[in-house]
Each structure stands twice: as C-alpha cells, then as structure tokens.
C-alpha cells in the first residue's frame, strides 16, 4: 500500500476531493452563549441545530469558548496544572501564545513537503535530550493577530504548501489561540497536529473534527524511562488513549525517535503496540538522535544512534507488517 492510500483523508483534501474538518465545523451551527459555564458549553458540544440564538456561533467558535475557559485552570495537557494562565505561565513554559518561527518546510515526511510549519515555544514534556530544547523549554518568540497569522496561511498555500503544521515545542498549550486562527482562515487545506501527544482527553475532544493528520510523536515504552527522562507521569496509557482517539478522527503518521540501548524499553513495546492496535498508521522510524540539552548527565544518551540500531529497529517493524515511510 502506497502511503497516500495509508492517509485517505489528508490525501483527498491535498486532492480537492474533500474538504478539511475545520471548514465542515464552521458549518455545524451549535446554540450557546458566552455566559455559559464550561459544563454548559461541554453540553451543547457536537450537539449542531439548524436554529441558532447566534448565527456567528459554531462548533469551531464554541471549541475556542471552552479551551480559552481551560486555560483559566489548565488541564489542555495530562500534567493537569491548573495554571491560570491568563496571568500565570503554567510548567511547559506558556502563557500567551508565542511563535518563535514560521516557514515552508521541506524536511518534514514526504506526504508533507512542502509544509507550512509554525513552531510554538513550550512543551509540556521535560526532555533531558530534547533536540528543539531552546523553543521547548523556554518562553520564546513573539505573539502574531490570529487573523495576521491567517492570513500568512494563506499566502503560503499561495507558495505551494500542502498543509498547515502545528508544531513546537508542542502546539498543545496554544490550542485556543490555533483555534481562534482557523476561525480567521478560509481555504481548503489539511491541519497537520504534530505534537507528543501528552494532551488531555479534553483537548482530543476539541481537536476532533478540526485536525485531518495527527503527526505524533511516540517516544517511550514504559513509564519508568518517561518519568527519569522526560518528567512526566502515566506516560504510555496516556498517549497509548490519544493515538486512539486520534485514528478515530484523522489519518495517523507516527514518529518514534530511536534512542541508544532503549531498544528493549522503549522501541519494542512502542512497535508492538503500534502493530496490535494501529496496525494501518504509518511509522517513521527516526535514527537521527544526537546529544543535546542535558544528555551528556546520562550515560547512555551520550552518543548517537549506531547503523546496526536502526536496522534492527526497521527489520522488527518489518517483521510487525508495520508501514513504514
């Protein structure tokens, strides 16, 4: 199977057979008012109706309303901080949106290229070997109009790009600014999540019916590495339930950055939970780790990926039927 097949979706909208699920939500009218409690609002959820009190309201603008009324107690992401970051930055480093850079990217997957790819500054994973360390685990970058940014969208689908790249750090801090973009942003082109995929149920809820392509990243297979070198806790059931509900709205292309001596930990476990409940995602298999950041303090961190660990990496995804980029 051809990757295009292995990405339906994301293919027919690059097609114009299909329209991006950000264009159907606008259409979906939802009956709320801007004084309604998050309960509330969660309640007319993915309810659509033909009549409603606000002609200006719909599913998109009312998935904006609820993720701007998380941040006000942050649960967007599975640390669950409860940040009020309206006034306070939360652990990954965010309060208000920040874009440390925008631009057509051509070294992203093939499907992809060229892919318009705005990078926030933020993450909420700690990685001790983290590559993008300088955006990730700092406030960086400038703050753009959402309608400017829209506008940006457009004039780079005018230059060739397929789709639009949400990416960091990780976007997930910034979903209600992202979605105030899309409220801004006319045209037929694909939203691409690419994101570790710590994010809360919550958040899955909201981006369902707004993203076509999760483009994720599955770094560990067990709790044990992702708490000493990413300080995060529950790491694998939580993102082991996203790459579920993620298949269940869009296309699914997974990254898994090999790391050195995690083959047994790590890799397998990640492999073959990929191949037993994701069997039709399609996988790239990243060799290209090097230390950075903190990873010379862990021995095994300290040197770059071996020819002999990659290949042993693709031939046990081979030997899964996994589909591989």
């Not at 051809?2 to 114009?16: D, G, K, V």
């Not at 926030?120 to 001790?128: A, N, Q, R, Y």
């Amino acid at each position: 199977m051809t990757h295009t097949t292995l990405l339906p979706h994301y293919t027919s909208i690059i097609q114009e057979t299909a329209t991006a699920a950000y264009l159907t939500t606008k259409k979906q009218l939802v009956d709320y008012t801007d004084t309604n409690t998050t309960d509330e609002l969660w309640r007319n959820h993915n309810h659509p109706t033909t009549q409603a009190t606000n002609p200006d309201h719909n599913l998109l603008t009312l998935k904006h309303t609820i993720a701007d009324h998380l941040t006000t107690a942050c649960i967007l992401c599975e640390r669950r901080c409860h940040t009020n970051r309206h006034t306070t930055t939360g652990p990954c480093h965010t309060r208000d949106t920040r874009i440390t850079c925008e631009f057509l990217h051509t070294g992203e997957e093939p499907p992809l290229i060229p892919s318009h790819t705005i990078f926030f500054s933020g993450c909420p994973l700690h990685c001790v070997f983290c590559q993008n360390w300088d955006i990730s685990q700092t406030a960086s970058g400038d703050y753009l109009n959402p309608a400017q940014l829209a506008e940006r969208i457009t004039m780079r689908a005018d230059q060739g790009s397929k789709n639009v790249n949400w990416v960091g750090g990780d976007p997930t801090a910034n979903l209600p600014y992202i979605l105030d973009v899309l409220q801004n942003l006319t045209i037929n082109i694909p939203q691409v999540w690419n994101s570790n995929m710590y994010c809360s149920r919550e958040t899955m809820r909201l981006l369902s019916g707004v993203i076509d392509l999760y483009l994720t990243d599955f770094k560990f297979g067990n709790d044990t590495c992702a708490q000493r070198l990413a300080d995060v806790d529950n790491y694998v059931a939580v993102v082991q339930r996203n790459h579920l509900l993620a298949a269940k709205g869009g296309d699914v292309l997974v990254r898994h950055l090999l790391l050195p001596d995690h083959f047994e930990c790590c890799t397998k476990p990640v492999l073959e939970w990929l191949a037993a409940h994701l069997p039709s995602a399609v996988i790239n298999i990243m060799a290209q780790y090097h230390p950075e950041y903190h990873a010379a303090s862990y021995p095994e961190l300290q040197r770059p990926i071996s020819p002999v660990e990659h290949r042993n990496a693709i031939e046990y995804a081979e030997k899964l039927g996994l589909h591989l980029l």
